[in-house]
């Protein structure tokens, strides 16, 4: 088989952008005066601006491995309530539950709640009181526990949530790598905790 020749083509010219194209730089200015809706000079008004929060270098997929014995529990108001209702010890329950020290933390909003639920709940109060849990100030404005203890463990993932508010744990459960530690059955139950003991 042979070679096609190639045969020249006469008349041929090379192309040669445009004096109007957009791409030159003196037109450059002239094509975003012509269309604004097409500026780059930043997000529009009306355009909503999405930020991803960076997820904690503790976690691993779903595995949080900032959580180590002493476990950091942070104590909700119904759960202090439960716990009186079934009669349990507070540190005893939970060391059984977890099979390691516990440090029971208690938010000044939780005892702001529990002072303003009145005499009804005044020996749940008196264990709050205890010196042998850590208590910590607030800082901010009111005195709702759940967003109080959501906020803290968005901050800090070192902790568990002890809770049995069903609202609280459904918000809680959206938070990866924190477990929740309820009342259930005359004993404390943990879930989402790695490498606890099966129920």
Wanted: positive net charge; proline residues 7%; glycine residues 6%.
């Amino acid at each position: 088989m042979g070679v096609a020749k190639k045969t020249r083509k006469f008349a041929t010219v090379k192309r040669i952008i445009g004096q109007r194209d957009a791409r030159l730089k003196k037109n450059a200015g002239k094509a975003d005066e012509m269309n604004p809706q097409n500026t780059k000079t930043g997000p529009a008004k009306d355009q909503v601006v999405r930020e991803i929060p960076q997820m904690p270098s503790g976690l691993f997929f779903q595995h949080n491995q900032a959580l180590k014995p002493p476990y950091s529990v942070l104590v909700d108001t119904n759960f202090l309530s439960h716990t009186i209702q079934r009669k349990l010890p507070l540190l005893e329950s939970m060391m059984d539950c977890l099979y390691a020290k516990c440090i029971p933390i208690i938010t000044s909003c939780v005892m702001a709640e529990l002072e303003k639920l009145g005499p009804k709940y005044r020996m749940a109060l008196r264990i709050a009181r205890d010196e042998r849990w850590e208590h910590i100030k607030c800082d901010h404005k009111g005195t709702y526990a759940d967003d109080c203890i959501v906020d803290r463990v968005m901050q800090h993932r070192v902790y568990i949530v002890a809770t049995n508010d069903k609202d609280l744990i459904r918000r809680i459960r959206k938070i990866p790598g924190v477990p929740i530690m309820n009342v259930a059955r005359g004993k404390y139950v943990i879930e989402r905790l790695p490498g606890a003991p099966e129920t």
